[in-house]
């Protein structure tokens, strides 16, 4: 049973290592931002009103974040664990998070900011299956999707200057819960600026010494 939160600034790789954990220990990957985005697309009520402000690289409401948390959560696929890539992200959004589910482990990918500039600018992601390639994970033919073939996409909010709106976002709103979670006992961190297979595997060992899996 694994139930754990992937924490680190925009870029760090949080969605490429809950990919992974996904395939191989067979529990789903939530990722508020894959579920923002797919609203935007089909324009419903929330990606309408989520888009504006994710544009911009501010953060969405915490009553609406937290909303579709706890709809997915409930979902039969969550019942033998879950990984959250990119929530919580606020005080509020851990506080409510605590009434929802329990949380076995808090992953920290440490990464410096100049390092995440660099890697966000050339980061593409499937318009279909959300994979995402970089600098290190290059699509075999450029702009196609490994997997399906889709188009790949640069995300809007992945531009320079919104890049860096995220990340002061990020240290005044989201770096104060890693304290929290680290006097709760549950915070580990790993380095994320080695590469995708390393980190990998060392989330892996931690998983493995605390018996998560
Ligand atoms: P991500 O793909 O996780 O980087 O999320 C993309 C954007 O979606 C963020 O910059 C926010 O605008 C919004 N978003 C995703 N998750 C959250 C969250 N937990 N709280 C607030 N906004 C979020």
């Known amino acids: 049973m694994i139930r754990m939160i992937l924490m680190g600034p925009p870029g760090t790789g949080k969605g490429t ?8 220990y067979k529990v789903p990957q939530i990722s508020t931002g894959d579920m923002l985005r797919k609203a935007v697309e089909e324009k419903t009520k929330l990606g ?8 911009a690289g501010k953060y969405v409401p915490d009553s609406l974040i937290m909303g579709i948390v706890k709809e997915r959560l409930a979902l039969q696929d969550c019942r033998t664990g879950f ?10 959004q851990a506080e409510a998070l605590k009434a929802i589910t329990k949380i076995d482990m808090v992953m920290e990918l440490q990464t410096a900011d100049d390092a995440i500039v660099k890697r966000l600018s050339s980061r593409r992601q499937c318009r279909a299956c959300n994979a995402i390639y970089g600098v ?15 188009p790949l996409f ?17 240290h005044e709103k989201t770096k104060p819960l890693l304290d929290v979670y680290q006097k709760q006992g549950l915070l580990v ?7 995708i297979q390393h980190i990998f595997a060392n989330i892996s060992a931690v998983l ?6």
Do not use: F, H, W
């Open 189 to 195: 961190i790993v380095n994320g600026e080695e590469p």
């Open 17 to 24: 290592q809950a990919k992974l954990l996904s395939e191989k």
């Open 154 to 170: 640069q995300r809007d909010d992945d531009k320079e200057e919104t890049v860096r709106k995220r990340l002061q976002v990020y």
């Open 208 to 213: 493995g010494q605390k018996g998560l899996v």
């Open 83 to 92: 990984i959250l890539d990119g929530v919580p992200r606020t005080l509020p």
């Open 48 to 55: 309408l009103e989520a888009k504006g402000l994710m544009d």
């Open 136 to 150: 290190e994970l290059k699509p075999r033919k450029k702009g196609v999707c490994d997997k399906d073939g889709s």
